[in-house]
């Protein structure tokens, strides 16, 4: 058919007539092209929207909404108390919250930094909290735990007192004699969890030397009543035979729910724990306090006694202490014990 109109069209119309059917075929193919390029221009805008209200919702599924101030509060006070279970896992253990059975606390300097960035992470998080919004115990909670990471946060300041790690109360010289008698034994795990941590008190005891050699070079120390205090406890606990350990006890008298035959097995292991790690690990802490440690330490208790601890301030024309790092302790104690109360700003008197 289309080739007999072009026969028609060269053979049997005029000139003019052909040159006018050829405008009005070219007129009537760009009216085409015209209506083409509208729809593909109507077409073009529908697929943008349709894909940009596609991503708007998109956007709008993936962006939670904000957690209420109660949520948030209760993810802060839980990472806090998990904090204070790391620091002190025997904690854990005579509450009976699972997972810290084997452990012993982790005086290590990188564990300190990563504790450090935590304290001011929280902090920065409770600030973020509208504590307008809280109200009862959860504005109770709230302001202790920021009066605690603030307190903590500005501590970080006298890097020099994360060397004062030894206590009377606890540590390297009496903690596992106190677990023997506070660990809740019922099952073969937790007797083996009490002789991990019997292996693992020569790394706490390394660590607690790292952490007291850095107080050595700065300065700050422990003085010789606690340290003799200290020296005292580890003497009532080095013993010439593994028989009179008191680590021992708890496998003189195994719980019900321990089987007769893993019984023996559990007791021979605590023997090698206590007499190839704890007793040795014992002596050469007592070494460190007593050889190295303890000639260098004050004779007197208070931060008086520290560099930069006086409450008088440095003497006229002598600069503060290295390491101060812009405060004295004194300073910082002072201010931080005076605060009885805060009143915060939206009028809620809080006691502390």
Known sequence: MKVGLKWIERFLLPRQQRQALSVAQIANSGIMDV???????????????????????????????????????KALL??????????????ATVRGVPGYDHLLPDLSFATLEKEHARERDALEQLKAIDA??????????????????EASVEAQRFAHAEGLVLSTLGGVQNAMPRMA???????????????????????????????????MKSGWLSPVPVLDRVVAAIDAHV????????????????ASGVPEDERAPLTAAARRAIAEDYQPALRRFKAFIVNEYRPKAPQVAGLAALPGGSPAGPAPGRAPAQGDRGGRAADWLQGHYRRVHRKPEDGQEIFL
């Open 239 to 254: 013993v010439d035979t593994v028989e009179d350990s008191a680590l021992l006890t708890p496998f003189r008298n195994f």
């Open 132 to 149: 307008r919004a809280l109200r009862g115990q959860d504005r109770v909670s709230y302001e202790l735990l920021r009066d605690k990471m």
């Open 181 to 215: 008698q506070t660990t809740p034994f019922r099952t073969a795990d937790n007797y083996r969890d009490f002789i991990k941590r019997i292996s693992a008190t020569p790394k706490s005891a390394h660590e607690t030397i790292e952490r007291l050699r850095a107080g």
């Open 78 to 91: 839980d990472d806090d108390l998990a904090a204070v279970f790391r620091r002190s896992p025997w904690q």
């Open 35 to 73: 209506r083409r390029n509208e729809r593909s221009r109507t077409m073009l805008k529908i697929l943008f929207a349709a894909a940009l209200a596609a991503g708007i919702a998109t956007a709008s599924a993936q962006t939670p909404a904000p957690q209420p101030a109660s949520v948030q509060l």
